[in-house]
């Protein structure tokens, strides 16, 4: 069973930055794919980024690119997301997923673990 603890979320105004972190505990971390996701109040949980076992694949949403970078450690079994440019739309609370897998994923399903969330708040 992997247990995952986001942290890093605070408010903060737009055109800020903001790193989040996830850390692992309790699997092999190198063996998964990491995603973050994001969830506004009243929606679905969306897909953000999500990046492969070895790290060496990222994949984004459009309406992050060129803002988001998603990054691991495997030797501190950490995931991060860098979030610069910050807009209000990019309020949510932000949830990291570990998936069974070497590969990435964009949808909610193929993820088998996930954190209980940080909250991420951009005033305009």
């Known amino acids: 069973q992997v247990q995952l603890v986001e942290s890093g979320g605070r408010l903060l105004q737009a055109g800020g930055s903001l790193r989040l972190s996830c850390v692992a505990s309790?699997?092999?971390?190198?063996?998964?794919?990491m995603g973050w996701f994001r969830q506004a109040p009243g929606k679905e949980r969306n897909f953000v980024a999500a990046?492969?076992?070895?790290?060496?694949?990222?994949t984004y949403a459009d309406s992050v690119k060129g803002r988001f970078t998603i990054s691991r450690d495997n030797a501190k079994n950490t995931v991060y997301l860098q979030m610069n440019s910050l807009k209000p739309e990019d309020t949510a609370v932000y949830y990291c997923?570990?998936?069974?897998?070497?590969?990435?994923?964009?949808?909610?399903?193929?993820?088998?673990?996930w954190g209980q969330g940080t909250q991420v708040t951009v005033s305009s």
């Open positions: 990046i492969s076992a070895s790290g060496g694949f990222a």
């Open positions: 997923g570990a998936r069974r897998s070497a590969v990435t994923h964009t949808l909610t399903p193929a993820y088998d673990y």
């Open positions: 309790g699997g092999t971390f190198s063996n998964y794919a």
